[in-house]
């Protein structure tokens, strides 16, 4: 089973809520990832997680907020976003090789789509 | 230059035709390749993985070529079902736990 869920799969929200995404994986998979498509772009890399502790934050701004809850579970918390966020926001797992050459791949769940108001 | 290159395409491909994909990157140190296929409005889905070897999976062949920085995806026998976007995807050396995404690569198959 490679599946991973996300919720929910749709998002409106105005520039003064707050909101978060959720992403949920029961592989046993180690890594987890968050990153954000715009349309006819490819994937972005916003945040990595490795053993529950963040390891990449590729520069995103502080109204992105991750947090790892445990090994299964990887929240977004959205504050204060801008109408140029809205995107198809994609959580992906791994098993995490860090250390060893190579690299398993990635499974991506369905994404929520954001439009920011 | 792009760390992972694609032709955009499009490719228009009749039904059971042979279509070959190519990809570059630029990373010598990157050690695990991929080819994703994504559907519109959809996550991208992993195809297949690309070993030094070459692959086989079913109509769908991958070789990669790491003296040239060079991966290919042969479809067979295309069937109107592998009209998607084609993503090459590279993970990078030791201990690297980040993927890089070609732009991609639309193939539609015609009936």
């Known amino acids: 089973d490679t599946e991973v869920t996300q919720t929910p799969k749709h998002l409106v929200m105005g520039m003064t809520n707050k909101k978060s995404l959720k992403c949920e994986q029961h592989?046993?998979?180690?890594?987890m990832y968050w990153y954000k498509q715009k349309a006819k772009k490819p994937p972005e890399l916003m945040f990595v997680?490795?053993?529950?502790?963040?390891?990449i934050n590729e520069s995103v701004p502080s109204r992105f907020s991750p947090e790892c809850p445990n090994s299964s579970l990887l929240n977004l918390h959205l504050h204060a976003l801008q109408p140029e966020d809205s995107a198809l926001y994609l959580c992906?797992?791994?098993?995490?090789?860090?250390?060893?050459?190579?690299?398993?791949?990635?499974?991506f769940g369905p994404g929520t789509r954001l439009t920011v108001l | 230059r792009k760390e992972v290159e694609q032709d955009p395409g499009p490719f228009n491909v009749p039904e059971g035709a042979t279509v070959a994909f190519n990809c570059t990157y630029s990373?010598?140190?990157?050690?695990?390749f991929f080819w994703y296929r994504q559907d519109c409005r959809k996550e991208p889905k992993l195809l297949m993985s690309?070993?030094?070897s070459g692959n086989e999976d079913g109509r769908f062949t991958a070789q990669l070529n790491r003296a040239s920085q060079y991966i290919s995806l042969l479809i067979r026998d295309s069937k109107l079902s592998d009209s998607a976007t084609y993503l090459c995807?590279?993970?990078?050396?030791?201990?690297?736990?980040?993927?890089?995404f070609g732009t991609g690569t639309r193939l539609t198959i015609i009936p």
């Open positions: 690309v070993y030094s």
């Open positions: 992906a797992s791994s098993q995490d090789r860090v250390g060893l050459a190579g690299g398993p791949p990635q499974y």
């Open positions: 592989m046993g998979h180690r890594a």
């Open positions: 995807v590279v993970r990078g050396g030791f201990g690297n736990e980040k993927l890089t």
């Open positions: 990373n010598s140190a990157s050690q695990s």
């Open positions: 997680y490795s053993y529950e502790k963040l390891s």
